[in-house]
């Protein structure tokens, strides 16, 4: 395995003082208030910028999200969360209806209807006691309606933060999904978070450009310098002793090329006997995927984790040598918007492969933080594996661009570039 050391700690964060200096500017500004059931407890890549539009955006930055899942129905495990972030939280009982499986079916309009009057209700409540100027949408097709009443009945700058499969795929969600161009016309602004999502918006949704800005997705390198300290002192056996670990990471759904990655893995075997790929994530494809591993016989060269803590994650990041997600696009348009996977990989100083689909291209620069393959070549994703591995000088220079491209995507630099899209509205 080929060690490398990935960033240093003075390289990652700013000084203490700059930090408190930014939180005092960012005080002085009105706050803007970010809606949106996909947040913490709830995992995932928009759950996971949310979140950081709130840690890190001194104190500007409100969430307002829900106490239930809208997919099951079930109460989220928030108290703890929330007791912890204090008033940066604030909950509805749901932002959305429920999905018709969490209903067995029995969705009512009238209560569809009294959902949204309460939540637009509690969205002005937040505003006048928290001075709130701008309304950032985390859900284009159950949010978009809320630009207007809030623009025109309530003053309020509207933006609609966008990361791509919400515009590329329809959901069930019927009038609502038809509306999705107006929604995103009557809003102020537009975030999306790659130039791939930004054309989309344009060419789907007819909007102009002008009102489109683009914030690409960060990563958090504090909390992986914590991570690296702490896995240092105390590691953990992740996966069969003695193997050149391979990571892949995300929910497993076709669209993220897991299939296509452990067809690859034969091939990899053969040049590289000892490799090993962990697969961290739960999924409706999960069935699929393991009865696929088994009849290529790579019970003993392939582990299925199911999901992982954050804890948990950041030890297999430190352990893998190369991370792997081949995504690629469906026939029905389904794909990434972005991959914030990719950076949490670089910010340990590990090279990547990525499909060359979608807003994966923003995230990983062919031969530079990573490889880029056609993810749906099997053959590719195990040559572009295997060059990384075999190749000492390009794990060299991959790793130095990884931690480059991570540095540059740091947290506090998108939000503030978000702020001050929200103030120059």
């Given at each position: ?273 000892d490799a090993h790929l962990l697969v961290a994530g739960d999924g409706p494809q999960r069935g699929e995927l393991e ?135």
């Amino acid at each position: 395995m080929i060690g490398l050391r990935a960033l240093e700690p003075t390289q990652r964060a700013p000084p203490a003082r700059v930090e408190v200096a930014l939180r005092s500017a960012m005080s002085e500004r009105g706050k803007i208030l970010l809606v949106s059931s996909n947040f913490p407890p709830v995992t995932g890549g928009s759950a996971t910028v949310y979140e950081n539009l709130c840690l890190k955006g001194g104190g500007r930055v409100i969430a307002l999200a829900a106490r239930r899942d809208y997919i099951t129905g079930q109460t989220l495990d928030y108290a703890a969360y929330d007791a912890a972030a204090g008033a940066m939280v604030q909950r509805v009982d749901l932002l959305r209806p429920l999905t018709p499986e969490a209903t067995a079916g029995g969705g009512s309009k009238w209560r569809d209807l009294r959902l949204m009057a309460t939540v637009l209700r509690r969205i002005i409540d937040i505003c006048l006691k928290e001075k709130v100027r701008v309304v950032c949408l985390g859900d284009l097709v159950y949010g978009g309606w809320l630009a207007f009443p809030l623009r025109y009945m309530f003053g309020r700058k509207v933006v609609v933060y966008v990361h791509g499969e919400e515009i590329t795929t329809e959901s069930a969600g019927g009038f609502f999904d038809r509306q999705r161009g107006r929604f995103l016309a009557h809003a102020h602004g537009i975030v999306a978070v790659s130039r791939f999502t930004r054309d989309e918006i344009v060419r789907r949704m007819h909007v102009d450009p002008a009102k489109i800005e683009l914030i690409s997705n960060g990563v958090d390198l504090q909390k992986f310098v914590a991570a690296k300290r702490s896995s240092a002192s105390a590691p953990a056996a992740v996966g069969p002793p003695g193997k050149r670990r391979l990571l892949t990471v995300g929910r497993l759904i076709p669209r993220k090329g897991f299939d296509r990655l452990i067809q690859a893995m034969p091939r990899v075997l053969e040049r590289c006997p000892d490799a090993h790929l962990l697969v961290a994530g739960d999924g409706p494809q999960r069935g699929e995927l393991e009865q696929l591993a088994a009849d290529l016989q790579l019970t003993d060269h392939l582990t299925f984790l199911g999901r992982v803590s954050d804890d948990e994650l950041n030890r297999l990041y430190e352990a893998a040598e190369v991370f792997a997600l081949p995504n690629r696009e469906m026939p029905d348009g389904d794909t990434e918007g972005f991959g914030l996977v990719f950076l949490e990989a670089n910010a340990f100083g590990k090279p990547v492969v990525a499909g060359c689909a979608g807003g994966a291209v923003d995230a990983v620069t062919n031969g530079v933080n990573g490889l880029t393959v056609n993810g749906d070549s099997a053959v590719e994703v195990a040559d572009a594996i295997c060059r990384i591995l075999l190749e000492p000088d390009l794990y060299r220079e991959l790793s130095a661009g990884a931690a480059k491209v991570a540095r540059a995507s740091d947290w506090p630099l998108r939000v503030r570039q978000f702020l001050d899209y929200c103030d120059g509205l």
